[in-house]
């Protein structure tokens, strides 16, 4: 009666019982990826908000500090042009109306001095040798974008 059972069953009939569970099984895990590929990407997302609002806290409170120096740049200059002043005045070198305006045309000088820097600067931002290479490859401009 055995032998009857064995021989009753196509071969490869387990083969075939085995390929739905497997293909049960390989959906399981695919779907197990995808979900946790899809909560990994959901994590990396709400890592990058969260260090884009540090970011912009961060920066905001950087300008506020840079002002903050800025005006204690300036401040700490005022006195210490009124201190050179005041010692001007102090050792009779010059009346106190005089050493307020030695004061201020020194300062003038200066301003004269870094504003020339800043011009002599400003130059280097209108990438002329990039449009002049670009200008040259461009159909119809030939020459137009060589400059002296």
Known sequence: MQQESVSEKA???????????????LTAELKAMIHSSSDMVRDFLELLA???RLAG????????????????VVATWLFLAVS????????????PPMALLATAGANALLALAVWLVIRRLSGNLAFREFIGAVGSILPGREGKGEHS
């Open 57 to 72: 806290r961060s920066l905001a409170a950087m300008l506020m500090l840079a002002i903050v120096l800025a005006l204690l």
């Open 11 to 25: 071969p490869g009939s387990e083969s075939r019982a085995a390929e739905p569970e497997a293909a049960e099984e």
């Open 84 to 95: 050179i002043a005041l010692l001007l005045i102090d050792q009779g070198v010059l009346s």
């Open 50 to 52: 969260v260090e884009g």
